[in-house]
């Protein structure tokens, strides 16, 4: 089971931190790739994306995670719901897991400095 696993404990406490401390604009989710249908297996700030635990890869993002032979696909700009979102995920194998971190910032009030 993926929530025993001392891998995923640390992703998980991982994306807790990196969302408290960038705060409600900062969403991060780990999703099982080995489940695109119920990939999402925890999510911080969800209102970024409105996206839930349990809900399956996007299209686009199963893509993204195709097209990255080495695991990385970072700094990428996308949009959802109106927000533009600034975004980085990585996707590695260990201990029998297929997993993908990814943080989405929402910058939308920054944009009109760039």
Do not use: W
Request: some cysteine.
């Amino acid at each position: 089971m993926i929530k025993n696993n001392e891998f995923y404990d640390f992703l998980e406490k991982m994306g807790s931190l990196i969302a408290e401390t960038f705060g409600s604009k900062c969403e991060v989710v780990i999703s099982d790739l080995n489940c695109p249908e119920s990939t999402i297996l925890a999510i911080f700030n969800n209102h970024v994306t409105g996206r839930n635990v349990g809900d399956p890869l996007t299209p686009q993002a199963l893509e993204r995670v195709r097209s990255s032979a080495d695991g990385y696909y970072i700094n990428y700009r996308d949009s959802k719901g109106g927000r533009t979102l600034k975004t980085s995920t990585i996707s590695c194998e260990m201990g029998g897991l297929n997993l993908a971190f990814c943080i989405n910032y929402d910058c939308s009030n920054l944009d009109q400095f760039f």
